[in-house]
């Protein structure tokens, strides 16, 4: 049995960039290299959104998406459904024109007091793990994909999901070099010590 959070649909890790780069989401997938970026922060009922946003979804659908609305109650930064039959309708939905999105399960401690935990005999393929700070995103976002050179030594932890194993013991050196090379690479400053929330999140591909 699996323990998890939530399901939620996102963009496959290549298709994960919007065409016209608009608000936070980039017009290129976030890779280094070949390897692309797996984790937390990608792009989250999007499909869904657009087809809501522009006036083209149907009732059916929309009441759908007013259930991850509905879920969201907790201001974790994260929109999960505790219910995979309703998920898997968003996924066919969302991936009615072109294959591009797939199902992911989120899991940690932190998350879990805020989600609660859902035991589940599905089939996951767990990713890795990634650092989620509220109001910030992902910290690998943020930091090794946007300035490789400036984690030179961490670019070798990352395995071919472009995240941390998950039993590797590294987050605490890698937001220990983030803040270090914030100023100097002009990163993002994040305020560590006073987020809402901030979590080493595992990160799942349900099979199905």
Request: aromatic fraction near 14%; charge should be negative.
């Amino acid at each position: 049995m699996n323990r998890i959070c939530g399901y939620q649909v996102v963009r496959k890790p290549k298709c994960n960039y919007d065409e016209l780069g608009r608000g936070a989401y980039s017009n290129t997938a976030p890779c280094i290299g070949e390897t692309y970026y797996s984790g937390v922060d990608r792009m989250a009922w999007f499909d869904l959104d657009e087809d809501y946003y522009s006036g083209t979804i149907s009732k059916k659908y929309a009441d759908l998406r007013s259930d991850v609305e509905d879920y969201y109650t907790d201001f974790s930064g994260f929109k999960l459904l505790p219910d995979l039959e309703k998920t898997i309708k968003i996924l066919n939905y969302s991936n009615k024109d072109i294959d591009r999105n797939e199902i992911c399960v989120l899991y940690s401690e932190e998350l879990a007091l805020k989600k609660g935990v859902i035991m589940t005999d599905k089939c996951i393929d767990w990713l890795g793990s990634d650092i989620f700070v509220s109001g910030y995103g992902s910290i690998l976002l943020l930091g090794i994909y946007s300035e490789p050179l400036a984690f030179a030594d961490f670019l070798a932890k990352l395995n071919k999901n472009g995240l941390f194993d998950i039993e590797l013991p590294i987050h605490k050196k890698y937001i220990a070099r983030y803040c270090e090379v914030c100023a100097s690479y002009n990163l993002e400053p994040v305020n560590f010590t006073s987020t809402r929330f901030m979590s080493t999140i595992a990160v799942g591909r349900l099979i199905i």
